[in-house]
């Protein structure tokens, strides 16, 4: 207990991030994802290691009998096809009613103004928490499509903060850009968290792995949604900084994430975690 205490005084953060992921462990909440047909094996895997239970339920039949028992729910927009849409505005009108939070990927939002309109119409559903790259929170505050080179971003993260920001006041959402920086706003607050190596942007779906992370530590504690993504990117990030210790390049660097992120330890969490404020 001093210890906790006097940890408590040198990484508040570090304390915070192994709050969520320990209770995370132990509670193993279940998290249904509707994703993109790339990222659900390694979403799938992230989760289960990180402790959670995945499930990726997307027809629209399962969503009345699913639904109800979830934690917390993910959708992600990066294969989008019109069918698809109905299920996840269903998915997220169930959590709403039911008071769960949800998340939302708008993985490459400016592909086209199709998938720019159903993301637009997702955040009318009010997700608890929106992650996407520099520039997919530019392209949504904007709401208009320019250039875009589809799910990977053009912009630096420090890009889209004024962005990010604007689009937290306008939607209500907690929202989340990922990057050498990671950072998340309610609005008015910012926080960097520094954790993550380069390499990880050469995993395909690593970003939609963290925002299943986000979805998880979210479901921990609703009603601290900044504190919960705040502290998924860190853990995610961290779990990369020590994976890429072992990894030859991006596919060892994959298996070395998904195993150090089973293994993070208290010590690990309470040292390495590193989050910074930004307003
Ligand atoms: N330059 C960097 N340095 C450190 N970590 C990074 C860097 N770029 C990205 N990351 C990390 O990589 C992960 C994925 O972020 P990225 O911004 O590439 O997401 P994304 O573009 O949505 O990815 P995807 O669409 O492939 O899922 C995050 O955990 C992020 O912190
Ligand atoms: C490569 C790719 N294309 C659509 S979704 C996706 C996975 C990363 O978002
Ligand atoms: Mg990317």
């Known amino acids: 207990m001093a210890d906790q205490k006097q940890q408590e005084v040198i990484n508040p953060w570090g304390v915070k991030s192994w709050t969520y992921l320990s209770s995370l462990r132990q509670q193993s909440p279940l998290i249904q994802c509707i994703t993109n047909f790339v990222s659900m094996d390694i979403m799938a895997n992230t989760l289960l290691a990180a402790g959670a239970s995945p499930a990726m339920v997307h027809s629209i039949l399962e969503i009345p009998d699913f639904t109800p028992h979830i934690q917390s729910v993910l959708i992600n927009v990066g294969t989008l096809t019109p069918d698809w849409l109905p299920a996840m505005k269903a998915a997220a009108s169930v959590a709403n009613q039911l008071g769960k939070p949800w998340v939302l990927d708008p993985a490459a939002v400016g592909a086209s103004s199709f998938r720019l309109k159903a ?49 937290a006041k306008s939607s209500g959402s907690i929202v989340a850009i990922s990057g050498s920086v990671d950072f998340v706003t309610d609005g008015e607050r910012v926080v960097g968290a520094h954790n993550g190596v380069p390499m990880m942007q050469k995993i395909t779906a690593s970003g939609c792995s963290v925002t299943a992370l986000i979805a998880a530590f979210v479901a921990i504690d609703p009603t601290h949604a900044f504190e919960a993504t705040a502290s998924a990117f860190s853990v995610f990030g961290l779990a990369g900084d020590i994976g890429m210790e072992l990894a030859k390049g991006p596919a060892s660097l994959r298996m070395h994430l998904i195993d150090s992120l089973h293994r993070l330890d208290q010590d690990t969490v309470l040292d390495r975690v590193t989050i910074t404020s930004f307003s």
């Open 119 to 167: 993301c637009l119409e997702l955040i009318e559903l009010k997700p608890t928490v929106i992650r996407g790259n520099g520039s997919e929170i530019i392209t949504l505050s904007m709401a208009s499509i320019g250039s875009t080179k589809g799910a990977d971003s053009l912009h630096e993260s420090s890009d889209a903060i004024e962005s990010a920001k604007s689009l």
